[in-house]
């Protein structure tokens, strides 16, 4: 099957977002589409008790892919969803990754990851949608008001770890499938499913498997969903077209081989310690601008289309501010804050390893001190260009402290930034099915994080990768007390139901563009 918009000719593109914005499809055709909707959308209302039930099924499994005493508990929840998509119908196939090694130097099996297909029709697009079923690590002693493995529903919202990120998401998109095979409703589309279980633990071994399937598994899909993210508001509803990459630095700084007493050594050696915090001191100035000369020059400039796109998104800094406790930001208004933190570069440190830690007083120089950085690139930012920029700075820096200890700099983690075009029809048809549910148009954002899987499927397959997201601002993902309402996960379940009706109207419309193109 081909791809049927992704990469058509533009014009064809324009014209279809055209006919969308006119509203030129039949009265008579929009009438069968509401009533069909309403249809669609009653059922989930009152399935919503059972639909709930199913997200405390999946929270109820420890899948924590970060502890490896607990991979079987993943390897049973990517079970039990390869079960769940079975029971559609779906064509399910486990692959298996084998295992991988820890740095203690231990074996461990890597959980399968899904391939499951659910019609072939050629007459209908097919759509892919990616998502996981493991956890970040979780304890109630860790500040979680309820069991963070028991979904608890408190005042309209769902507690659980894993609730928003990403079972609940993946839960509403099998929900939505699961509610058209209720009502004896044909799919309006062909669905694949990419399902993993080591997200939270780095993926290992999918971006091999995905390359060996870009002409087989893949070929097949014309666009590609994830809803591994959140908005940006509470309330509003939003799209996400873009996430920054992240560049991860370790800057080492060696004297000898063993530790000093700083009562006998303190005052005539250069400590390493002393050098590693003045190189770190000198990568950000006060206002948050990085130092190193260069690291902006492939940041594309601001255009006025894309400024306008900041006016109208909803951003509540004060309720930012206040989850994130602080007392003020580096920048004053919304749309400055908005850019820095998904158009602009970044660096944070992390830490400094080999220090002592501990509570107490510990008078010691230590040997050899390890300082961890990151910075959060954007596109058009090239991860080899970064790594050359920092390694000559941070030597440039520490040759004219004059220190005779060992310097090393090494990037032992870089993921590109991922972006997508917000006119291609794909987002067309999101944001339709978003205002069909919500009432509103969304927010076009960017995720300041990282996403990998979202570039990943970018560059393997070349077609489209829209981020969909029902989850809100305030979810919690990877924190304590990790929620998704119950309101957006029943109204995010409707979402997806829209979507693929709305992704089966492009392709009909295209379909008969092509045609009065051809007959003309």
Excluded at 199 to 221: D, I, V, Y
């Amino acid at each position: 099957m081909g791809t049927w918009w992704c990469f058509g000719t533009r014009a064809l593109d324009i014209v279809l977002v055209l006919l969308f914005k006119a509203g030129m499809s039949s009265s008579s055709s929009s009438s069968s589409s509401s009533a069909l909707e309403t249809e669609i959308f009653q059922y989930i209302d009152l399935h919503q008790n059972v639909f709930v039930e199913h997200l405390k099924e999946w929270v109820a499994v420890e899948s924590d892919s970060v502890q490896p005493d607990l991979r079987r508990e993943v390897i049973r929840m990517v079970t039990l969803a390869a079960d769940r998509l079975r029971a559609l119908g779906a064509t399910v196939h486990s692959v298996n990754l084998g295992s991988h090694q820890l740095p203690d130097g231990q074996s461990v099996l890597l959980p399968p990851v899904i391939l499951a297909e659910l019609g072939q029709d050629p007459q209908k697009p097919t759509v892919c949608f990616y998502g996981h079923v493991d956890v970040q690590p979780a304890k109630k002693e860790d500040g979680w008001k309820t069991d963070p493995y028991t979904l608890t529903e408190i005042n309209g919202n769902l507690y659980g770890r894993g609730a928003t990120d990403n079972k609940g998401p993946v839960l509403a998109w099998i929900n939505a499938v699961e509610t058209f095979r209720a009502l004896k409703l044909a799919l309006p589309v062909n669905l694949r499913f990419v399902i993993e279980g080591m997200e939270e633990a780095g993926s290992p071994g999918l971006q091999r498997l995905l390359e060996g399937e870009r002409r087989r598994f893949l070929a097949a899909a014309d666009c590609f969903v994830l809803s591994d993210n959140v908005w940006l508001s509470r309330r509003k509803p939003a799209l996400t077209y873009g996430t920054r990459g992240s560049a991860c630095f370790l800057v080492q700084v060696e004297s000898g081989d063993k530790d000093l007493h700083s009562g006998t050594f303190g005052g005539i050696i250069h400590e390493p310690m002393t050098d590693l915090v003045a190189l770190l001191d000198s990568l950000v100035d006060p206002t948050g601008h990085i130092r190193i000369p260069g690291i902006y020059d492939s940041v594309a400039a601001l255009t006025e289309e894309e400024r306008k796109l900041y006016e109208s998104i909803e951003f509540d800094m004060e309720e930012h501010k206040s989850n994130s406790g602080v007392k003020r930001f580096l920048y004053d208004t919304k749309e400055e804050i908005l850019l820095h933190l998904w158009r602009y570069p970044s660096l944070s440190i992390h830490g400094i390893e080999g220090a002592f830690h501990e509570p107490g007083i510990k008078t010691v120089i230590p040997a050899k001190v390890t300082g961890k950085f990151s910075i959060r690139q954007v596109p058009h930012m090239e991860l080899s260009v970064i790594k050359q920029q920092v390694v000559e700075y941070l030597e440039d820096v520490f040759s004219k402290r004059k220190s005779p200890n060992k310097l090393s700099v090494s990037m032992p983690l870089g993921a590109k930034p991922w972006l997508a075009d917000i006119n291609d029809p794909v987002y067309t048809a999101a944001r339709r099915a978003v205002r069909t549910v919500f009432r509103e148009d969304p927010d076009f954002i960017r995720d300041g994080s990282t996403i990998p899987i979202a570039r990943m499927f970018q560059t393997i397959t070349q077609k489209s990768v829209i981020m969909l997201p029902i989850g809100a601002a305030d979810d919690g993902e990877h924190s304590q007390n990790e929620k998704i309402s119950r309101h957006n996960y029943i109204e995010g379940t409707k979402v997806f139901a829209a979507f693929f009706l709305e992704i089966a109207k492009l392709h009909e419309q295209l379909q008969q563009t092509s045609k009065t193109k051809t007959d003309n």
